[in-house]
């Protein structure tokens, strides 16, 4: 059974930086990034395919925010900086089981993470 891993999620003051981390059980595809706020519907974020040069973003975080992978340790991290109030958001990682392009929608995923909390105070 695939597990996502996600970790580093808090509290901290605007203008502020977090590195969340999400540590898959198996190489996979492509992982991603998506945010969701009660009420809204779940966004993409970020995300990465096998390199690095292959990295996509939203349009609200970029400059901002910066996804990596370290593909020996089937993990991918989301460097956030100059955290704004309305990054605020339970924050899942998501992978494709087989292919390595990053998608936007949330449909093209097959697995998973619960999501963890980042709060951001203004």
């Known amino acids: 059974q695939v597990q996502l891993i996600e970790s580093g999620g808090g509290l901290v003051q605007a203008g502020g930086s977090l590195r969340l981390s999400c540590a898959a059980s198996?190489?996979?595809?492509?992982m991603a990034w998506f945010r969701q706020v009660p009420g809204k519907e779940r966004e993409f974020v970020g995300g990465?395919?096998?390199?690095?040069?292959?990295?996509v973003y939203t349009d609200s975080v970029k400059g901002r925010f910066t996804s990596s992978r370290d593909n020996a340790k089937n993990t991918v991290y989301l460097q956030m900086n100059d955290l704004k109030a309305e990054d605020t958001a339970v924050y899942l990682c998501?992978?494709?089981?087989?292919?390595?392009?990053?998608?936007?929608?949330?449909?093209?995923?097959?697995?998973w993470g619960q999501g963890t909390q980042v709060s951001v105070s203004s």
């Open positions: 998501a992978a494709r089981k087989w292919s390595y392009k990053v998608a936007t929608s949330e449909g093209e995923y097959d697995y």
């Open positions: 198996e190489q996979l595809g492509a």
């Open positions: 990465s395919g096998y390199t690095e040069t292959n990295t």
